[in-house]
């Protein structure tokens, strides 16, 4: 199985402000997909950025965007202009369309925003 | 959008009872779905992929013969867990691939809580 690391089990950033949520994964493959996905206290799922690894441009979706580095097996994930509603449990998943599709997870990291 | 649901959202159950989730997906066909189980501050561990009209392909560790799952059509994937004990009181979530798309969505989740 693929691994994949979130080395900061918990981060707080001040509302407005940008935090950057590291992870790292490990694979051999060259073809794959990497996301983010936020569980708030619903334990709902949601997606909030996807990134192909064949594409070299950094995905953004409005406040959100990641810094991919394939050579480094690096994925952060930058939330800018903090809102109280980002805070959340974040879970970096890697997804491999050749190998079954289904999604490893990282740890997680709990992100708070202070007021 | 696609909506993936799962039923019932809570159960509890007496140990040595069986109980089964059913993961249905709404407005597409789904011939891959996963079952996922998260414990309290935990990731998600995948414990088995679903194909319909076929057997499910379970992660090393689970046992198949614990947790059954069936996929008897495009659109419904249940996983019963059999003479369950207060170690498998857990949240229970399953995600459905959509073929067409080759987007994968999270249902809500079952949690399930095992006296």
């Known amino acids: 199985a693929q691994t994949v690391t979130q080395s900061q089990p918990e981060m707080s950033v001040q509302e407005a402000e940008t935090v950057t949520l590291s992870c790292t994964y490990d694979?051999?493959?060259?073809?794959?997909?990497l996301f983010w996905y936020k569980q708030p206290p619903s334990r709902q799922m949601i997606l909030v950025i996807r990134q192909e690894a064949y594409k070299q441009q950094n995905a953004t979706e409005n406040r959100f965007s990641v810094n991919f580095q394939k050579a480094a097996k690096s994925f952060s994930l930058k939330i800018s202009d903090s809102q109280l509603g980002d805070a959340a449990m974040y879970f970096c998943?890697?997804?491999?369309?050749?190998?079954?599709?289904?999604?490893?997870f990282g740890t997680g990291t709990s992100l708070t925003v202070i007021p | 959008g696609a909506v993936v649901s799962q039923h019932p959202s809570r159960v509890i159950c007496k140990s040595g009872t069986s109980v089964k989730i059913e993961c249905r997906s709404l407005?597409?066909?789904?011939?891959?779905m996963f079952w996922y189980r998260q414990f309290p501050k935990q990731s998600l561990m995948l414990m088995a992929t679903?194909?319909?009209?076929?057997?499910?392909?379970?992660e090393q560790g689970v046992e198949k013969d614990k947790f059954l799952i069936n996929h008897a059509s495009l659109t419904l994937s249940t996983l019963t867990v059999t003479s369950a004990h207060p170690e498998d009181s857990s949240f229970y979530i399953c995600s459905a691939r959509d073929w067409s798309s080759e987007t994968q969505y999270f249902g809500p989740g079952t949690r399930l809580l095992v006296l």
């Open positions: 694979t051999s493959e060259s073809d794959y997909y």
């Open positions: 679903s194909n319909e009209g076929s057997k499910a392909t379970y």
């Open positions: 407005d597409f066909q789904a011939t891959t």
């Open positions: 998943a890697y997804r491999n369309p050749n190998t079954g599709n289904q999604f490893y």
